[in-house]
């Protein structure tokens, strides 16, 4: 059985920084994509990072370009957070591609219940 925890987030200040983590367990294929998404409340989930173990390529929506960074093991470090990256952030995990791009919520296999994330101003 497939189990993802996402853990880290919490309240921070805007331009303060958060480390989330996801804890896998059960993956049994040797290519995997892990990604976070995250959702704000009135709006649609939106993909924020991907990492793709197969070639070590990594993903970031625009929103999350040169503040976000993903890891190999798909702890995320986001820095310079404002009040719009307020969400509850998923972390979810793709098995049998091993790529970064498409970073889509429609490709995850697998999903964590998700951590919420508040960033005050």
């Known amino acids: 059985e497939v189990q993802l925890q996402a853990s880290g987030g919490g309240l921070v200040q805007a331009g303060g920084s958060l480390r989330l983590s996801c804890g896998i367990s059960?993956?049994?294929?040797?290519?995997?994509?892990i990604g976070w998404f995250r959702q704000a409340p009135g709006k649609e989930r939106e993909g924020v990072a991907c990492?793709?173990?197969s070639d070590g390529s990594r993903y970031y929506a625009d929103s999350a370009e040169g503040r976000f960074t993903i890891a190999s093991d798909g702890a995320l470090q986001m820095d310079n957070l404002g009040p719009e990256d307020t969400a509850i952030y998923y972390c979810?995990?793709?098995?049998?591609?091993?790529?970064?791009?498409?970073?889509?919520?429609?490709?995850?296999?697998?999903w964590g219940k998700g951590t919420l994330v508040t960033v005050s101003s």
């Open positions: 990492v793709g173990n």
């Open positions: 979810a995990a793709e098995e049998g591609y091993g790529l970064a791009n498409p970073c889509r919520a429609s490709d995850m296999d697998y």
């Open positions: 059960g993956l049994t294929w040797d290519d995997y994509t």
